[in-house]
């Protein structure tokens, strides 16, 4: 079992910078590969960004290329997502989660935390 708890969210304008932390226990996040999604009120959960286990992959969504970073340190057991030029329409509970095959849907994920609310105010 991993357990997975979000951090760091909150109030932000527009162009702003926030970044998420999400804090991983139990079962060491090392051999995960580690994900972010989102989801806005009545709208599906959509893929943010995912990196590999070993650090050497990324994956970001067509929406938040270029302005969001996906990093992870193991040795804290920790991954974050570092978030730039902040758009009203990022506004949305942000999820940490933890799979073991590489991919971007949210059907293949193992673990999820329980969100942070990030709202982006024009």
């Known amino acids: 079992q991993v357990q997975l708890v979000e951090s760091g969210g909150g109030l932000v304008q527009a162009g702003g910078s926030l970044r998420l932390s999400c804090a991983a226990s139990?079962?060491?996040?090392?051999?995960?590969?580690m994900a972010w999604f989102r989801q806005a009120p009545g709208l599906e959960r959509d893929f943010v960004a995912l990196i590999s286990w070993n650090d050497l992959n990324t994956w970001y969504g067509d929406s938040v290329k270029g302005r969001f970073t996906i990093s992870r340190d193991n040795a804290k057991n920790t991954v974050y997502l570092q978030m730039n030029s902040l758009k009203p329409e990022d506004t949305a509970v942000y999820y940490c989660?933890?799979?073991?095959?590489?991919?971007?849907?949210?059907?293949?994920?193992?673990?999820w935390g329980k969100g942070t609310l990030v709202t982006v105010s024009s």
């Open positions: 139990g079962r060491t996040m090392s051999s995960y590969n």
């Open positions: 989660a933890a799979r073991r095959n590489w991919g971007i849907s949210p059907l293949g994920v193992d673990y």
